[in-house]
């Protein structure tokens, strides 16, 4: 009984804590802006919600202007629901602040007994500065990070326990992030290779990695009867170069501004994890 009281004041004080800060956060007057691609898969969703379709313009051809398929429907069911689109987005970013702690802390306390070493990684992810800034940019960026923290987290619970319910719940969590960024098949294929190397039960990651597979091309195939395309179009305006290069700029430019201090945050976690 105790036990079970220590772990409910663990989860709400990871869940609590951040939302509290994100909230803090959002009422200061100079972190009160949105990026202005946000608008862009504001303006689909507007026209979605409006029965109009996924198309820029009223009245035009369905187009892929956008990269994030479930944000932009999420938020178009927030529209029909009365939610403002900014609203709704950041709605989606704290419950994408949650997935990250909660899965955080699941997959901690497979390795930690102490109650620090499993509270400490959630909190170091979730208070960090460049989290609460992305929360509230009105992208997609933390509702995605969230659902693939949260399909890590329970590839992992399979490993360790073999449940067949947490690689379920694991390929539908991994398919919803792919419908967020379609770069996320890159992560649920390699997980799932992971999962084939390490599982006891072989035959189940292979029948529900084949059904993910299924899904997937309904989903493509849908795609292309609809807007005439599988990618988003800025795929085809932005990667010119076959070896994708110019992405590597944004790598540099990231590690430069942002992997330090998650650097410094991590170790700093670990190591007080460790003591």
């Given at each position: 009984m105790r036990q079970s009281l220590h772990t409910w004041l663990e989860l709400f004080l990871i869940v609590a804590l951040p939302l509290a800060m994100?909230?803090?956060w959002h009422t200061a007057p100079e972190n009160g802006y949105i990026y202005d691609d946000a608008y862009i898969s504001y303006r689909y969703a507007v026209n979605l919600a409006n029965g109009h379709g996924l198309v820029w313009n009223v009245g035009d051809v369905p187009t892929q202007g956008y990269t994030n398929f479930l944000f932009?429907?999420?938020?178009?069911?927030?529209?029909?629901l009365g939610i403002q689109a900014v609203h709704m987005a950041h709605m989606l970013n704290a419950l994408g602040l949650v997935l990250i702690g909660l899965a955080l802390y699941s997959m901690a306390s497979l390795y930690f007994a102490r109650p620090?070493?499993?509270i400490l990684p959630s909190l170091a992810a979730t208070l960090l500065p460049l989290s609460l800034i992305n929360a509230?940019?009105?992208?997609?960026t933390i509702f995605w990070t969230g659902l693939l923290f949260a399909a890590i987290a329970l590839a992992m619970r399979y490993i360790a326990t073999s449940g067949r319910p947490w690689l379920i719940a694991y390929a539908v969590v991994a398919f919803l992030?792919?419908?967020t960024r379609p770069e996320s098949v890159l992560f649920a294929m390699l997980w799932f290779v992971t999962l084939l190397a390490l599982s006891r039960a072989r035959r189940d990651v292979l029948l529900t990695a084949l059904v993910f597979g299924v899904a997937g091309a309904l989903y493509l195939l849908?795609?292309?009867?609809y807007f005439g395309a599988i990618l988003p179009n800025s795929f085809y305006v932005k990667v010119t170069n076959p070896f994708?290069?110019?992405?590597?700029?944004?790598?540099?430019e990231f590690s430069e501004q942002a992997v330090s201090p998650i650097?410094?945050?991590?170790?700093?976690?670990?190591g007080l994890a460790l003591l």
């Open positions: 994100l909230l803090w932009v429907v999420l938020i178009a069911l927030g529209l029909k620090y070493g499993r509230l940019t009105g992208m997609e992030a792919c419908l849908w795609l292309q009867s994708i290069l110019p992405g590597w700029f944004y790598i540099v650097a410094f945050w991590l170790i700093f976690t670990i």
